[in-house]
């Protein structure tokens, strides 16, 4: 039996304004054309705009969920785009390093 591993993709630039959202957008969408579920997970904690290009609230996002405000089941949104699923970043955060290197996200990015 073939395992299906999902592959991990990231989005990262040091600049503002280059388009790294819109290109996020766009994989997405391609991948989801191509058959493949996709699972948006916005870390951009500095201006967050993943909810906006996916039409979303910005609530019960990847923040919330690491300081056990909400569960992991509220966590993943539905989009306009078949098989494309988001999460967006959520309420303000102090320490975003902290989150980024926590155990509990790579845990949560492993099971996903």
Known sequence: MESK??????ITSMKGGVGKTTTVMM?????SKCGKKVLV???DFRKPRVHRAFKLENSNGISDFMIDKI???SLIKETEYMNVSVITRGGEVQNPTAI?????LYNLIKEF
Not at 27 to 31: F, G, H, M, R, S
Not at 100 to 104: A, G, Q, V
């Open 5 to 10: 591993k999902g592959k991990i993709l990231t």
């Open 27 to 31: 994989l997405a969408n391609v991948y």
């Open 41 to 43: 997970i916005d870390l």
């Open 71 to 73: 569960s992991k089941d």
């Open 100 to 104: 980024l290197t926590s155990e509990k």
